[in-house]
């Protein structure tokens, strides 16, 4: 069964840094897209930062560019983001996902797409 957890979620203050970590197993990170989603209350999910199944494209919602860095780790089946200079308004349940795509794809970071889901680990940015 596809089972992707995240962790590393938790309190900081405005303009901190946390790494967030999305462990999956039973599927291979190579024939998979992996994106980081984030929901605050009363809004929709929405995408945050997704990575091709090559590892070579990687897509940013505009309000995370430049603060937020997705990488993966294939030996350790391990997707991870870096967030800085964090923001009240990058609170919210932060997702990972999971969509099995052919190599030649076009990263996209819609969350309609991404059929398995963790459970979410918890960002609260204090001001």
């Known amino acids: 069964q596809v089972r992707l957890a995240e962790s590393g979620g938790g309190l900081v203050q405005a303009g901190g840094s946390l790494r967030l970590s999305c462990a999956v197993s039973q599927f291979t990170l190579n024939y998979h897209s992996i994106g980081w989603f984030r929901q605050a209350p009363g809004k929709e999910r929405e995408g945050v930062s997704c990575?091709?199944?090559?590892?070579?494209?990687?897509v940013y919602a505009d309000s995370v560019k430049g603060r937020f860095t997705i990488s993966k780790d294939n030996a350790k089946n391990t997707i991870y983001l870096q967030m800085s200079s964090l923001e009240p308004d990058d609170t919210g349940v932060y997702y990972c996902?999971?969509?099995?795509?052919?190599?030649?794809?076009?990263?996209?970071?819609?969350?309609?797409?991404?059929?398995?889901w963790g459970q979410g680990t918890q960002v609260t940015v204090s001001s």
């Open positions: 996902a999971a969509k099995r795509v052919i190599l030649t794809a076009p990263t996209t970071c819609a969350a309609s797409e991404y059929s398995h």
């Open positions: 990575i091709s199944r090559g590892g070579g494209t990687t």
